[in-house]
Protein backbone atom coordinates (compact mmCIF):
# COMPACT_ATOMS: atom_id res chain seq x y z
CA UNK A 1 0.00 0.00 0.00
CA UNK A 2 1.22 3.31 -0.92
CA UNK A 3 3.08 5.53 1.58
CA UNK A 4 1.40 8.62 0.56
CA UNK A 5 -1.72 8.41 2.08
CA UNK A 6 -0.46 7.98 5.43
CA UNK A 7 -0.02 12.04 6.43
CA UNK A 8 1.92 13.16 8.99
CA UNK A 9 -0.42 15.23 11.09
CA UNK A 10 1.76 16.63 13.97
CA UNK A 11 2.26 20.37 12.16
CA UNK A 12 -1.59 20.82 11.71
CA UNK A 13 -2.65 19.04 15.59
CA UNK A 14 -0.16 21.69 16.56
CA UNK A 15 -1.86 24.77 15.49
CA UNK A 16 -6.07 24.06 15.66
CA UNK A 17 -7.70 26.00 13.04
CA UNK A 18 -4.63 24.87 10.26
CA UNK A 19 -4.98 23.91 7.34
CA UNK A 20 -3.27 21.95 4.71
CA UNK A 21 -4.40 20.51 0.96
CA UNK A 22 -4.02 17.25 -0.64
CA UNK A 23 -4.42 16.71 -3.95
CA UNK A 24 -3.46 12.66 -4.64
CA UNK A 25 -3.58 10.10 -7.10
CA UNK A 26 -3.58 6.50 -5.74
CA UNK A 27 -4.22 3.62 -7.61
CA UNK A 28 -7.02 1.32 -6.43
CA UNK A 29 -4.49 -1.36 -5.73
CA UNK A 30 -2.87 0.85 -3.81
CA UNK A 31 -5.89 1.95 -2.04
CA UNK A 32 -6.23 -2.21 -1.01
CA UNK A 33 -9.38 -2.20 -2.71
CA UNK A 34 -10.52 -5.54 -4.19
CA UNK A 35 -13.60 -4.92 -6.31
CA UNK A 36 -14.90 -6.65 -9.37
CA UNK A 37 -16.44 -2.97 -10.34
CA UNK A 38 -12.97 -1.10 -9.75
CA UNK A 39 -9.72 -1.41 -12.00
CA UNK A 40 -6.65 -2.43 -9.42
CA UNK A 41 -4.87 -0.01 -12.19
CA UNK A 42 -7.76 2.61 -12.18
CA UNK A 43 -6.28 6.21 -11.01
CA UNK A 44 -8.22 7.85 -8.07
CA UNK A 45 -8.46 11.36 -7.96
CA UNK A 46 -8.54 12.19 -4.19
CA UNK A 47 -8.77 16.00 -3.90
CA UNK A 48 -8.77 16.86 0.26
CA UNK A 49 -8.53 19.58 2.81
CA UNK A 50 -7.21 19.24 6.33
CA UNK A 51 -8.44 21.24 9.02
CA UNK A 52 -7.36 20.68 12.96
CA UNK A 53 -10.00 21.62 15.65
CA UNK A 54 -8.89 20.99 19.51
CA UNK A 55 -10.35 17.34 19.66
CA UNK A 56 -8.86 16.36 15.87
CA UNK A 57 -9.08 16.60 12.11
CA UNK A 58 -11.84 17.16 9.79
CA UNK A 59 -11.15 15.86 6.43
CA UNK A 60 -13.46 16.93 3.69
CA UNK A 61 -12.94 17.27 -0.14
CA UNK A 62 -13.83 14.68 -3.11
CA UNK A 63 -12.51 11.44 -4.08
CA UNK A 64 -13.45 10.33 -8.39
CA UNK A 65 -13.11 7.06 -9.24
CA UNK A 66 -13.83 5.35 -12.30
CA UNK A 67 -15.60 1.99 -12.00
CA UNK A 68 -17.43 -0.38 -14.98
CA UNK A 69 -19.53 -3.14 -14.69
CA UNK A 70 -22.46 -5.22 -16.58
CA UNK A 71 -25.92 -3.33 -17.18
CA UNK A 72 -28.23 -4.78 -14.95
CA UNK A 73 -30.94 -4.47 -17.45
CA UNK A 74 -28.52 -5.82 -20.91
CA UNK A 75 -25.90 -6.81 -19.56
CA UNK A 76 -23.57 -4.59 -22.06
CA UNK A 77 -21.32 -2.30 -20.32
CA UNK A 78 -21.66 0.08 -17.85
CA UNK A 79 -19.20 3.04 -17.22
CA UNK A 80 -19.20 5.21 -15.09
CA UNK A 81 -17.41 7.67 -12.17
CA UNK A 82 -17.63 7.12 -8.72
CA UNK A 83 -18.15 11.17 -7.03
CA UNK A 84 -17.90 11.34 -3.33
CA UNK A 85 -18.09 13.95 -1.11
CA UNK A 86 -16.49 13.19 2.11
CA UNK A 87 -16.44 15.04 5.60
CA UNK A 88 -14.76 13.00 7.90
CA UNK A 89 -13.36 13.54 11.24
CA UNK A 90 -10.14 12.11 12.74
CA UNK A 91 -9.72 11.86 16.39
CA UNK A 92 -6.68 10.83 18.83
CA UNK A 93 -9.54 9.37 21.40
CA UNK A 94 -12.40 8.78 18.63
CA UNK A 95 -15.59 10.14 20.59
CA UNK A 96 -17.57 10.94 17.85
CA UNK A 97 -19.30 7.83 15.77
CA UNK A 98 -18.01 7.02 12.85
CA UNK A 99 -14.75 8.87 13.18
CA UNK A 100 -11.39 7.73 12.47
CA UNK A 101 -8.21 7.27 14.77
CA UNK A 102 -5.30 9.17 14.73
CA UNK A 103 -2.45 6.97 15.45
CA UNK A 104 0.87 8.35 16.48
CA UNK A 105 0.32 12.09 14.80
CA UNK A 106 -0.40 10.03 11.39
CA UNK A 107 -3.72 10.22 9.23
CA UNK A 108 -4.42 6.98 7.56
CA UNK A 109 -6.28 7.72 4.41
CA UNK A 110 -6.35 4.70 2.64
CA UNK A 111 -9.39 3.50 4.70
CA UNK A 112 -11.16 6.39 4.78
CA UNK A 113 -11.08 6.68 0.70
CA UNK A 114 -11.87 2.91 0.40
CA UNK A 115 -14.79 2.78 2.38
CA UNK A 116 -16.28 5.92 0.78
CA UNK A 117 -16.04 4.53 -2.22
CA UNK A 118 -17.18 1.34 -1.76
CA UNK A 119 -20.55 2.58 -0.37
CA UNK A 120 -21.03 4.95 -3.05
CA UNK A 121 -20.34 2.26 -5.89
CA UNK A 122 -23.25 1.62 -8.04
CA UNK A 123 -24.86 -1.49 -6.97
CA UNK A 124 -27.40 -2.23 -10.01
CA UNK A 125 -25.54 -0.14 -13.08
CA UNK A 126 -27.11 0.74 -16.34
CA UNK A 127 -25.77 1.41 -19.69
CA UNK A 128 -27.51 4.45 -19.89
CA UNK A 129 -30.68 5.39 -17.79
CA UNK A 130 -33.67 4.70 -20.29
CA UNK A 131 -31.82 1.22 -21.46
CA UNK A 132 -34.62 -1.21 -22.67
CA UNK A 133 -33.16 -3.97 -21.51
CA UNK A 134 -33.52 -7.68 -22.84
CA UNK A 135 -36.79 -9.30 -23.68
CA UNK A 136 -38.03 -11.57 -21.10
CA UNK A 137 -38.93 -13.85 -23.27
CA UNK A 138 -36.48 -14.56 -26.38
CA UNK A 139 -33.37 -12.72 -24.97
CA UNK A 140 -33.03 -10.05 -27.66
CA UNK A 141 -31.72 -6.74 -26.54
CA UNK A 142 -34.44 -4.52 -27.23
CA UNK A 143 -32.15 -1.76 -27.43
CA UNK A 144 -31.01 -2.24 -30.50
CA UNK A 145 -33.90 -4.75 -31.95
CA UNK A 146 -37.75 -5.56 -31.90
CA UNK A 147 -39.25 -8.93 -31.71
CA UNK A 148 -42.91 -10.07 -31.61
CA UNK A 149 -42.79 -11.39 -28.49
CA UNK A 150 -46.21 -11.29 -26.18
CA UNK A 151 -44.62 -8.17 -23.74
CA UNK A 152 -48.25 -7.93 -22.30
CA UNK A 153 -47.12 -8.31 -18.13
CA UNK A 154 -50.07 -11.14 -17.17
CA UNK A 155 -51.27 -10.76 -14.08
CA UNK A 156 -50.34 -13.72 -11.88
CA UNK A 157 -54.20 -13.54 -10.58
CA UNK A 158 -55.70 -13.62 -13.78
CA UNK A 159 -52.87 -16.46 -14.75
CA UNK A 160 -54.05 -18.53 -12.16
CA UNK A 161 -57.49 -18.35 -13.14
CA UNK A 162 -56.76 -18.98 -16.99
CA UNK A 163 -55.32 -22.17 -15.76
CA UNK A 164 -58.24 -23.46 -13.87
CA UNK A 165 -60.29 -22.86 -17.14
CA UNK A 166 -57.65 -24.98 -18.60
CA UNK A 167 -57.65 -27.58 -16.38
CA UNK A 168 -61.55 -27.89 -16.15
CA UNK A 169 -63.06 -30.93 -18.14
CA UNK A 170 -65.21 -30.91 -21.06
CA UNK A 171 -68.50 -31.86 -20.90
ZN1 LIG B 1 -28.34 -1.75 -20.61
ZN1 LIG C 1 -38.82 -11.28 -27.53
Known sequence: MSNSLLINAAELL???GSERKFALEPTIAELGIVDSR????ATVSVDLRLES???????DGQLR????????RCLAPALGEVVCDVDELYQHVVTAPDAFEIVGDQID???????NLLLDA???PLC???C??????CGIDLNTATCDCDSEVVDPRWEALSQLKVNLPEQ
Open 122 to 124: PLA
Open 128 to 130: RPD
Open 65 to 72: APWADSCR
Open 109 to 115: LARMVRE
Open 53 to 59: LTDGIVV
Open 38 to 41: FDPD
Open 14 to 16: RRP
Open 132 to 137: AGLCPT
